[in-house]
């Protein structure tokens, strides 16, 4: 190994609790609902930010990863849920290109997550809460151009909305009520 | 630890190499030096695709660490060479903020770098080959806001353009020629 330091990315033991490999994910409900139970467990194990995402096969509605927000545990910007899933799915398949697969998180993606999207090459997104209630409680999801998901249509890439997003907003709700940090490195700044 | 893969982050031991713990880094063109030798040096070592980026302490110099693009051989869409290079930064100073860094990279961002850049803090970006560069030998650079520079320095992070862009440009050149693979899970889509 070079003298850089390593960082391995692994998911927090009690994912497993949450989702256990007999399970099987059939409803774009179910899975999010899984998305849904990371991000608020994320949040009750003091693992990270209240957000969680699953990439599924939709043939089987098997739970191929799992990702939940480990940015300051992991002391990487990077480690949002989407990008640790994406990341981890690409373990299990063997590849960067997770063509076939979907990608279920409890929020639409920030700037970062969006862009890594097509670079992973899934074929659907399902959102539950909205930009714009990330950034009500005020998270920066950053500059994401304002026809996103019209972008990410014509990379052939299908964009399912509002899937359980009452559910998936009340986790950022109790997360902000709770006094949790709303990290952000440019936090402050315009 | 859980019943998902891991993944380990970890530079090729060849960059040891090219940046001795001894080196410091003392102009902006230094930096972009060790930026394209990364880049370079990448696609020699078959470890990846042809870009390279670091973050230093502009206040010293000093390389705090490096990254190279490892998609293809990491098996994973997020590891290019900027969001390696912060993530490992983080793990040399404790934490996803890099306040008071300045992030050199052979190429200008992608969308996803482009949008992890305000969530690790960085005070600035410095680039060597253009946008155009990498799209006119056959890279996706993503769906970016057209006003991305603007966007950055309103968060307060600096953009320094064109820094040994021939040279830069010069890699991109030599990878194309030689076949390299322009990898991108959607890559034929529109």
Same mark, same amino acid.
Request: charged residues 20%; proline residues 6%.
């Given at each position: 190994?070079?003298?850089?330091?390593?960082?391995?990315?692994?998911?927090?033991?009690?994912?497993?609790?949450?989702?256990?490999?007999?399970?099987?994910?059939?409803?774009l409900?179910?899975?999010?609902?899984?998305?849904?139970?990371?991000?608020?467990?994320?949040?009750?194990?003091?693992?990270?930010?209240?957000?969680?995402?699953?990439?599924?096969?939709?043939?089987?509605?098997?739970?191929?990863?799992?990702?939940?927000?480990?940015?300051i545990?992991?002391r990487?910007? *990077?480690?949002?849920?989407?990008? &640790?899933?994406? =990341?981890? /799915?690409?373990? $299990?398949?063997? %590849?960067f290109?997770?063509? #076939?697969?979907?990608?279920?998180?409890?929020?639409?993606?920030?700037?970062?997550?969006?862009?890594?999207?097509?670079?992973?090459?899934?074929?659907?997104?399902?959102?539950?809460?909205?930009?714009?209630?990330?950034?009500?409680?005020?998270?920066?999801?950053?500059?994401?151009?304002?026809?996103?998901?019209?972008?990410?249509?014509?990379?052939? *890439?299908?964009?399912?909305?509002? &899937?359980?997003? =009452?559910? /998936?907003?009340? $986790?950022?709700? %109790?997360?902000?009520?709770? #006094?949790?940090?709303?990290?952000?490195?440019?936090?402050?700044?315009?």
């Amino acid at each position: 190994m070079s003298r850089f330091p390593e960082l391995l990315i692994t998911l927090p033991i009690w994912v497993d609790q949450v989702s256990p490999p007999s399970a099987s994910y059939n409803t774009l409900e179910d899975r999010m609902d899984l998305a849904i139970t990371l991000a608020s467990r994320n949040v009750i194990e003091l693992t990270g930010g209240p957000f969680g995402a699953g990439i599924f096969d939709p043939s089987t509605g098997v739970l191929v990863a799992a990702g939940v927000n480990m940015v300051i545990p992991g002391r990487a910007a *990077i480690l949002h849920a989407e990008t &640790v899933a994406m =990341a981890l /799915a690409g373990q $299990v398949v063997g %590849s960067f290109d997770l063509t #076939g697969l979907e990608m279920v998180s409890s929020n639409e993606p920030c700037a970062m997550c969006l862009g890594a999207i097509p670079w992973a090459g899934i074929d659907r997104l399902v959102c539950g809460a909205r930009h714009e209630d990330a950034t009500g409680v005020g998270f920066d999801e950053g500059d994401k151009p304002l026809d996103w998901v019209a972008l990410l249509r014509r990379r052939g *890439i299908e964009v399912v909305q509002d &899937v359980l997003r =009452a559910e /998936a907003v009340s $986790v950022l709700a %109790s997360y902000a009520a709770g #006094g949790g940090v709303i990290y952000n490195g440019r936090r402050g700044k315009p």
